[in-house]
């Protein structure tokens, strides 16, 4: 599948003027703030996105460490792992990684930084 046809579950954590742009790039995001999911767990934030079909796209490594450690089902994880969580500077990884020709197959998780990106897919 291309970038342009998965599906995002935003966490809390992420901006609304990111999710707002994310939008506006033509991607289906499904955001915890505006559904009133404040507080719910990891656990129930990727089980939800899994469900659904949805990478959770966050700010928080506690995600990967719920599908690697302890074998939760996910269908994807995208942890933004920047030194900067302005949004317009989150925005500019993101239209880069928006850019990039890659695979978007489930079950995998991506570690995004300012310079690089790396996937680790799940059997």
């Known amino acids: 599948m291309?970038?342009?046809?998965i599906k995002l579950l935003t966490d809390e954590n992420v901006a609304r003027s990111v999710v707002l742009w994310l939008r506006?790039?033509?991607l289906d995001v499904l955001d915890v703030k505006e559904m009133g999911w404040f507080g719910a767990s990891d656990h129930a934030i990727l089980e939800r996105?899994?469900?659904?079909?949805?990478?959770?796209?966050?700010h928080d490594a506690?995600?990967?460490?719920?599908?690697?450690?302890?074998?939760?089902p996910f269908y994807g994880i995208?942890?933004?792992?920047?030194?900067?969580l302005r949004p317009e500077h989150v925005i500019?990884?993101?239209?880069?990684?928006l850019?990039?020709?890659?695979a978007w197959e489930?079950?995998?998780?991506?570690?995004?930084?300012?310079t690089r990106v790396r996937v680790r897919r799940m059997k």
């Open 78 to 84: 995208l942890y933004l792992r920047l030194k900067s």
């Open 62 to 72: 506690d995600f990967g460490a719920l599908a690697i450690h302890q074998q939760q």
């Open 24 to 26: 506006e790039q033509g």
């Open 99 to 102: 850019q990039r020709d890659m």
């Open 92 to 97: 500019r990884v993101c239209e880069r990684l």
């Open 2 to 5: 291309t970038c342009r046809e």
């Open 106 to 114: 489930p079950r995998s998780i991506w570690v995004i930084d300012e």
């Open 49 to 58: 996105a899994y469900q659904e079909g949805r990478f959770v796209l966050t």
